[in-house]
Structures are given as structure tokens and as C-alpha cells.
């Protein structure tokens, strides 16, 4: 069975200290696993697509990897705007159009 | 432009209503997604319309009714709900695998109270 597990739930950093996301997945013919963020009561926003392991995307102060199990979004030196809820997602080749979500971590930024 | 608009933004109704959601994209995008969300929850596929044809559907209640008039438009009709169905409702799209790209974008959804 397809799964998405994202560790930990939430995460409280302060301000400037650099920490990661975990996202780890099982899933039969992996066509690419998303990250979007979401801010509370709004649709989310597309982040990153990856394709397969090694690939690396990077964005301001996000980055994105991607191994055979796992994925890692790295948050360098935060702001409290980066505070959020973070979703990982990843499609199967034989379920084209179907996204399984992890539960998401919520990411607090204190100043 | 990655661009979705959902409207409206809030919408109460109760238990013997009508009502429809509507959803647009001019994204050129021939894949279109209905989602429901519960708080705290992740996003929940309830339809997906490929080249204006349904393709799947979640076992979604039929109370719940999709139209997808044209490629840009997407609607979803309501009927009888129960409080239950109280949720964010999203709407995605996304270009045709083939094209280049898989990532659905979402809508900034519609908050919808079954009294």
C-alpha cells in the first residue's frame, strides 16, 4: 500500500536556526513526489516537484532532496514568514492524478 | 500565471439546500481536481476530471456532484449535505502527464458550513 509519513509533527525553531523536514515513503513506481506549503484556512502552494533520487531543488531558503525512501526539505536560517504547515506528496505511475499526502509538519518560526 | 480561483470564499448552508462551488483555471491545464480538507487534516481526493471527463472518483457520496463544463471551469454541486461535510473545499489543476510536469495547483478553496 502507498504511504507518506512526515516527521516530526510540528517543529518550533527560532529565528536563523537552520533544521530539516522529513518525509518518508513507500509507494510502487514513484512518478514524483511534491512539497507544497500551506498557510492556515488556504489552498496550498506548489513548492517543489522531484523526479528521482539525487535530485536536488532549491528555492530562497528551502531545499529539497530525494533519496530512494526518503525526502528532506531544509529550511537555512528561517524567518518567522517561513512558519507554516509543509506537505509532502508523492504520485504512483499507476494512479496518474491521484496525490497521497503525508500529515504534514507544522512549522512554527519565532522571532 | 499559476493561477485557480475558487468561488465563493465562505458559504453556510443547510441540510435542504442547493448550492455550487465553482472553480477556473487559464492555466491551460486539461486535468482538474476536487479535494475536501478537515482541519488539521491533509487534503482528501474526492474527483479528478482528465480532457473534461471524469476519470476517478473517490467513492464520493452522491450528494456530491461534479461538472466540468470546459476545460477551464470546474463545478461542484451540493445537495442534501450533512454537518459532516463541513470542510475547506479545494480545487487543483494540472497539465496532462506527457507534457512535462505532474504538480497540481491548488485554489485558496472554499470554507463551507453545513448548518
Known amino acids: 500500500e502507498d504511504q507518506v509519513t512526515q516527521s516530526p509533527e510540528a517543529l518550533r525553531l527560532q529565528e536563523g536556526e537552520s533544521s530539516s523536514l522529513n518525509c518518508s515513503y513507500t509507494?510502487?513506481?514513484?512518478?514524483?513526489l511534491f512539497w507544497y506549503r500551506q498557510d492556515p484556512g488556504k489552498g496550498p502552494e506548489f513548492l517543489f516537484t522531484?523526479?528521482?533520487a539525487g535530485e536536488e531543488k532549491e528555492k530562497e531558503r528551502l531545499k529539497a532532496t530525494l533519496t530512494k525512501k526518503e525526502s528532506f526539505l531544509h529550511i537555512t536560517a528561517p524567518k518567522p514568514e517561513d512558519s507554516a504547515t509543509y506537505l509532502c506528496?508523492?504520485?504512483?505511475?499507476?494512479?496518474?492524478?491521484?496525490?497521497?499526502f503525508g500529515q504534514g509538519t507544522t512549522l512554527q518560526v519565532k522571532p | 500565471d499559476t493561477e485557480v480561483t475558487q468561488t465563493p470564499k465562505h458559504l453556510v448552508m443547510g441540510m435542504t439546500n442547493k448550492k455550487s462551488l465553482k472553480c477556473e483555471q487559464h492555466?491551460?491545464?486539461?486535468?482538474m481536481y476536487w479535494y475536501k480538507q478537515k482541519a488539521k487534516k491533509p487534503p482528501e481526493l474526492m474527483f479528478v476530471?482528465?480532457?473534461?471527463?471524469?476519470?476517478i472518483n473517490e467513492s464520493v457520496p452522491s450528494r456530491f456532484s461534479p461538472e466540468c463544463p470546459n476545460s477551464s471551469l470546474l463545478n461542484l454541486h451540493l445537495h442534501a449535505l450533512q454537518p459532516e461535510d463541513s470542510a475547506l473545499y479545494l480545487c487543483?489543476?494540472?497539465?496532462?502527464?506527457?507534457?512535462?510536469?505532474?504538480?497540481?495547483?491548488f485554489g485558496p478553496g472554499t470554507r463551507l458550513t453545513v448548518t
Open positions: 509507494v510502487s513506481g514513484l512518478r514524483g
Open positions: 476530471y482528465s480532457y473534461e471527463k471524469l476519470s
Open positions: 522531484l523526479y528521482s
Open positions: 506528496a508523492v504520485q504512483a505511475y499507476r494512479r496518474e492524478g491521484k496525490l497521497i
Open positions: 487543483a489543476s494540472s497539465p496532462i502527464p506527457g507534457q512535462g510536469s505532474y504538480e497540481q495547483y
Open positions: 492555466m491551460g491545464h486539461r486535468a
